[in-house]
Structures are given as C-alpha cells and as structure tokens.
Nanobody
C-alpha cells in the first residue's frame, strides 16, 4: 500500500497561482503512475493530470492545459501540481492518487486538500 499526503490547499484569488504537493510513502516501489484528481460539490471526481515516475508520460485534462503542470521529484517521492491563472471553476477538493504497476485504476488515495478560488 502507498500512503499519500497532500498539502498546499488554500483560498486564492482568481488569476493567482498555487502549488500542491503530494508526498508518497510506504510501498512506493509498486507505484507506476501518480495522478491529481479534483471534486467540486455535487460533481464527480475528475482527473486533472497524471505522470509516471519515469517521467516518460504526462497527461493534463483539456480544462487545465496551459494553466496547470504536473511534475515529480523521485528523490523525495513527491508529486506537484503547479496551478496558474486559477479560475473560480477550479474550486474543488484536490486528491492525489497512485496507480500500481499492472493496475488498471488508481488504488491509493490521499485525504484531499481544498482549493478555493475567489472572484
């Protein structure tokens, strides 16, 4: 099992920036890919971005392309989500998740961190 702890959530003004961090521990060697998801009130949880620990593959949702960037620091087992040009519709609880080698879905989740973008 991989344990994940997110940090960095805050109240930010529209147009501002914020960086989220996700620290992984436990069986990190079993983790193939890390992802950031978000869930706004009354909505489903959506994938925002994902990255493999090798760095060979990164993905960003169309809604955040050009504004958000996912990155990783293998030495620290930490994944980041740099969010720029934030909009009120980015308001959500942001979750970090890990997908193991051979797994079809993300199976380990953090507790989430709240990002609120004010107008």
């Amino acid at each position: 099992q991989v344990q994940l702890v997110e940090s960095g959530g805050a109240v930010v003004q529209a147009g501002g920036s914020r960086r989220l961090s996700c620290a992984a521990s436990g069986r990190t060697s079993s983790s193939y890919e890390m992802g950031w998801f978000r869930q706004a009130p009354g909505r489903e949880r959506d994938c925002v971005a994902a990255i493999t620990w090798s760095g060979c593959s990164t993905r960003h949702a169309d809604s955040v392309k050009g504004r958000f960037t996912i990155s990783r620091d293998n030495a620290k087992y930490t994944v980041y989500l740099q969010m720029n040009s934030l909009k009120p519709e980015d308001t959500a609880v942001y979750y970090c998740a890990s997908r193991n080698f051979g797994a079809a879905a993300f199976g380990s989740w953090g507790q989430g961190t709240q990002v609120t973008v004010s107008k």
